[in-house]
């Protein structure tokens, strides 16, 4: 992937239903996984030295150009109800969202929040495979 996109940065934001996004850490699941195939991460996923088992930088809309990188992965909690969809309109409607330069790429959720198992770490490899355009076997 690495040679691929010429050592592209990765930043992994979450909708959760919150008025915040999260910039999902070094230290969170998929930020390890990451790390163990070798991308790199924009400073914002680097770990918080005041709390270090904090997973997720949350941010406001205002903040969003922290998540910018190469490549911005979108996962989005699937709620029952429009709470997700009301609490991330403020940053997918901003313009400073339209102007992140990294490419975003949509990911589930289930697969990069929820299963945090080696079936998780898989779906992760899988889905970084197709986003850079490799062979998922030889990640």
Avoid: C
């Amino acid at each position: 992937m690495n040679a691929e996109a010429d050592g592209p940065t990765v930043s992994v934001v979450r909708f959760a239903g919150e008025p915040t996004a999260r910039i999902y850490r070094s230290t969170s699941f998929s930020g390890i996984v990451l790390a163990d195939a070798g991308i790199a991460r924009p400073a914002s996923a680097d770990p918080d030295p005041a709390k270090p088992s904090s997973i997720a930088n949350d941010i406001s809309p205002e903040l969003i150009s922290q998540a910018d990188a190469d490549l911005i992965l979108v996962s989005t909690y699937h709620s029952p109800d429009d709470s997700v969809v009301e609490h991330a309109k403020p940053f997918l409607t901003s313009p400073m969202w339209a102007g992140l330069g990294g490419r975003k790429v949509d990911v589930d959720d289930t697969i990069w929040m929820a299963a945090v198992s080696v079936q998780g770490a898989d779906g992760i490899l899988d889905d970084l495979a197709a986003a850079f355009g490799v062979d998922p076997h030889r990640v």
